[in-house]
């Protein structure tokens, strides 16, 4: 008997305490009643970690088989948008326009941070159904976590093949900036990506605030790659000091704003003294540390070789400015 049904078991039998205030036949048939509920439950539990192992079973999946099963229950080239389920049934947040590869390479991630052993499998149409077959009961924030995941898809049209799940998992990346300087390259990016959409990673456009550069969320490591290359282009995009300019310098708060709008040899300004909340050398440090991160992701399926010819081919201009 496995470690969950065991659990149940104590929770649902009666207890001497709970005997002592029944009459017998109340005793006699509710530990039936609760007998049976407990086999089912049983059952239950032995059924889905049966179903998730085998592999022409579509009604359950573990981490080990998940992404072959969604890749015979799902369109390679399918246009899909991922939400994820807190246990309460609040949708926690959504992500779209995902290939099936980003979609199986955030729900295993996910399955890991949130210890889910076995998913449920439910589709209907265009919509299939992931959920966890235990509950998570444990502390205060019960109803905030993560339930399930409900993948819809919404298109044709992209291809991403030739990966197993635990590299899918092992090459996405969390991102949520806390210092100033990180939250400048978001606000960077999502300025260049507003300017230039077509080809900017559209799960980081939705995903952050353009105004404070605040959000939170999981990321294959080529999605933050082209993220810190539109950034970049925002960063070190130069500008003339004219006037006006040298003038709201000047009158900043900041210390080193106001130096530059007094330094006369200073002919042009860059996007990266815009932000005034850090400093430029903060913000190249920043920069670096998500690219060394994305350079440490890379492994030997296409699509990071594929990441790894760019990171060579396209180096931000950002990394070798001296500020």
Not at 136 to 142: L, M, V
Not at 201 to 209: A, G, K, M, T, V
Not at 219 to 227: G, R
């Amino acid at each position: 008997m496995n470690k969950q049904a065991l659990v149940f078991l104590a929770v649902i039998l009666p207890t001497p305490a709970l005997a002592n205030q029944n009459t017998p036949e109340m005793i006699i048939f509710g530990s039936l009643g609760m007998a049976l509920i407990a086999g089912f439950a049983i059952f239950y539990s032995f059924q889905s970690n049966e179903g998730a192992v085998d592999l022409d079973n579509f009604d359950y999946a573990n981490e080990e088989t998940l992404q072959p099963k969604l890749s015979l229950m799902l369109p390679e080239n399918g246009i899909f948008s991922l939400s994820v389920i807190r246990q309460s049934g609040n949708v926690e947040r959504v992500t779209e326009n995902l290939s099936l590869y980003d979609v199986t390479a955030k729900i295993l991630y996910t399955m890991q941070k949130a210890k889910i052993d076995t998913l449920s499998l439910n589709q209907t149409d265009n919509l299939l159904r992931l959920y966890r077959t235990s509950h998570n009961a444990r502390g205060k924030q019960e109803g905030k976590r993560i339930g399930g995941f409900d993948i819809l898809q919404t298109g044709e049209g992209l291809t991403e093949t030739g990966v197993d799940n635990k590299m899918l998992a092992a090459e996405m990346i969390n991102l949520n900036p806390q210092s100033e300087a990180e939250k400048a390259i978001i606000k960077a990016f999502l300025q260049a990506a507003e300017q230039a959409p077509d080809n900017a990673p559209e799960e980081l456009i939705r995903s952050f605030d353009a105004d404070t550069g605040e959000g939170n969320d999981d990321f294959h490591h080529h999605a933050i790659v082209l993220m810190l290359l539109y950034a970049d282009t925002v960063l070190l995009g130069r500008a003339k000091m004219t006037s006006k300019v040298r003038e709201q310098f000047k009158s900043s708060e900041i210390i080193w704003q106001q130096q530059l709008g007094n330094d006369q040899s200073v002919n042009y300004v860059m996007g990266i003294h815009g932000f005034g909340s850090t400093t430029p050398k903060d913000v190249k440090e920043a920069f670096l540390q998500y690219w060394q991160l994305c350079e440490n992701k890379i492994g030997s399926d296409h699509l990071s070789l594929g990441t790894g010819e760019l990171m060579n081919t396209r180096r931000p201009k950002i990394l070798d400015h001296k500020f």
